[in-house]
């Protein structure tokens, strides 16, 4: 269940060059249509943040699927950018539920002395789902008839699916209250949880814009520069990123947090410079390259800056600081991603993709800096 609704999320991904040849519109405007998705993520984290633990797991994740059903709705009735617009602020609803009480789900769900692999399982789920999304959608749009409208009836159909599975799940909440217990819940930053959370955060906003800005380019970029026009190819591609961070966050478990962050920036900057050798090159071996190598460090960062901050953190306001980190972390898919499609026409999609690759590489190798600065002074929380 988790899994096919985040796929959802990244459904549309391969569709874009297709969705720009029907309705005409520019790169901003393929940028600002990924972008929505961020801002529902965002809105539901800092509005209904608790939803979860208040109304219940399985209430949340019921309204998580309607937004998933809705949004692919829009999708299948789309005839102008309005429609994609909702469709895709729709599925950020979805993912802003399901992110947080699904694995939460995962976890509780889980056997005696199984916390471990849940929490394997949730990681994989989350970014094994995101993965599939471009993937299933680039097979169906290149071997299936109708290729802006399957994918999404196919999604549509594996979402009902998952409701039924829902109401054979038990409910793990057992203090629930009525929907107007759900309260906004705002961003915090303890004294002590500042020089944990900068350089987390720092990571994870330049790991997220990384994906933000190879999904929603990638792409028209396969298109048009390296002429690859077979729609399950370019899915491929992209779920290939996904998939490598479901790699690095395993790995991550293994390294431990205090290695992984500072590991994960190394290699999340290699991405980086393999995704600027692609665009100033135009080889396909490159792009593939900046999606493994920059997926794994994503992966890794991410796990790290999330065990790192939440072991820093007061128990009292914990999910509070959590929730902060994935705003930063979900802004990163959405502010750097609309500027890469505002330069794009003025320097072209390669310009815009080295200026966004020179601006992520100051902020992760000054995370890096500071986190190696920091664990040679032994200062704490480094």
Request: include cysteine; aromatic fraction near 8%.
């Amino acid at each position: 269940m988790f899994a096919v609704c985040m796929a959802g999320t990244t459904l549309p991904t391969p569709l874009y060059p297709l969705y720009q040849e029907e309705f005409g519109f520019s790169e901003l405007t393929v940028t600002v249509v990924y972008a929505v998705y961020a801002f529902g993520v965002i809105g539901v984290l800092l509005l209904a943040g608790n939803a979860s633990d208040t109304l219940g797991r399985r209430p949340a994740l019921r309204w998580g699927l309607g937004f998933a059903a809705a949004s692919a709705v829009c999708f299948l009735l789309a005839e102008g950018l309005g429609w994609l617009y909702a469709g895709r602020l729709l599925s950020g609803l979805s993912a802003g539920l399901f992110t947080g009480a699904a694995t939460a789900y995962v976890m509780e769900l889980a056997p005696p002395g199984g916390a471990a692999r849940a929490t394997l399982v949730a990681t994989a789920a989350n970014m094994g789902g995101l993965g599939c999304g471009p993937l299933l959608a680039g097979l169906l749009a290149e071997y299936a008839p109708e290729p802006l409208l399957l994918p999404f009836a196919v999604h549509l159909g594996l979402v009902a699916l998952s409701a039924l599975v829902l109401q054979w799940l038990p409910e793990t909440v057992a203090d629930r209250r009525p929907l107007r217990a759900v309260r906004p819940g705002k961003p915090a930053l303890p004294a002590r949880v500042r020089a944990v959370f900068v350089p987390a955060a720092v990571a994870s906003f330049a790991g997220f814009a990384l994906f933000g800005v190879f999904t929603s380019v990638s792409p028209a970029f396969l298109v048009r520069h390296l002429h690859v026009d077979n729609h399950a190819v370019t899915g491929l591609v992209v779920a290939l990123a996904f998939f490598a961070s479901t790699a690095g966050q395993v790995a991550a478990g293994r390294v431990g947090p205090a290695r992984s962050l500072p590991l994960g920036c190394a290699v999340l900057f290699a991405g980086l410079v393999l995704l600027g050798c692609a665009l100033a090159t135009d080889l396909l071996a490159f792009v593939v390259l900046a999606a493994l190598v920059g997926g794994t460090g994503q992966g890794l960062a991410f796990r790290a800056a999330l065990a790192a901050v939440a072991a820093a953190s007061p128990p009292d306001r914990r999910a509070a600081v959590i929730s902060s980190l994935f705003v930063v972390a979900y802004t990163g898919i959405s502010i750097p991603v609309i500027g890469v499609g505002l330069l794009a026409d003025p320097l072209g999609l390669e310009g815009a993709g080295l200026v966004f690759i020179a601006c992520m590489l100051v902020l992760v190798a000054s995370a890096g800096a500071y986190l190696l600065r920091r664990a040679r002074t032994g200062t704490p929380g480094g």
